[in-house]
């Protein structure tokens, strides 16, 4: 069964600390590894997607870096405005999007 | 102009009522979505759509019926609400399920009150 484990479940930072999200995952067939940040009360924002091991991907202070097993989402020089929840998710042969549950990010001033 | 609509926002009801969630995406996406996102936070995609036709149908009880009037409406209607319903519910879309053109893009959801 494909499956999603973030870690950790919460993750406090000064402004300008930086680090690392860890999303682990297990699928059948991986056609896309998703990043989502979720803002209290709004719907999850797209980040990135994915495809292949080796992958990398970069936004602004956010760069998504995928294995064989896990992916990371890491965030350098962290503002307050990043203070949010980020969601990871796989999508494997059955087409369906299978998301973790999450890391509340809190980056104090 | 916002990519992905639904409404309500808040829906609260009481049990054993009927009630439908609308949405609407002008992305000109071909494939919707329904997601069920619980008090833990978890997201669980519940129905799939594909230029109106159903491709995913999770195990969810028959109370449940999305309908898909054109490629840019998904509907989700609710017979006989329960306590255990109460959730935020996510509409989604893609360009389609092919790799590459797989991202999804959610609207802002709405939050379902059973009393």
């Known amino acids: 069964e494909d499956q999603v484990t973030q870690s950790p479940e919460a993750l406090r930072l000064q402004e300008g600390e930086s680090s690392s999200l860890n999303c682990s995952y297990t699928?059948?067939?991986?056609?896309?590894l998703f990043w989502y940040r979720q803002d209290p009360g709004k719907g999850p924002e797209f980040l990135f997607t994915l495809y292949s091991a080796g992958e990398e991907k970069e936004k602004e202070r956010l760069k998504a870096t995928l294995t064989k097993k896990e992916s990371f989402l890491h965030i350098t020089a962290p503002k307050p405005e990043d203070s949010a929840t980020y969601l990871c998710?796989?999508?494997?042969?059955?087409?369906?999007?299978?998301f973790g549950s999450g890391t509340r990010l809190l980056v104090r001033p | 102009d916002t990519a992905v609509s639904q409404t309500p926002k808040y829906l609260v009801t009481q049990m054993g009522n009927d009630k439908s969630i609308k949405c609407e995406q002008n992305?000109?996406?071909?494939?919707m979505y329904w997601y069920k996102q619980d008090s833990k936070k978890f997201l669980k995609i519940m129905f799939s759509y594909n230029n109106k036709e159903l491709i995913i149908n999770e195990t969810v009880p028959n109370r449940f019926s999305p309908k898909s009037p054109d490629k840019a409406h998904l509907n989700l209607h609710i017979n006989s609400l329960e306590l255990g319903d109460s959730a935020v519910y996510f509409c989604a879309s893609s360009p389609s399920t092919s790799v590459g053109y797989n991202e999804q893009f959610f609207g802002p959801g709405t939050r379902l009150t059973v009393l």
């Open positions: 699928v059948s067939g991986l056609r896309g």
């Open positions: 998710a796989v999508q494997g042969s059955s087409y369906k999007l299978i």
């Open positions: 992305l000109g996406h071909d494939t």
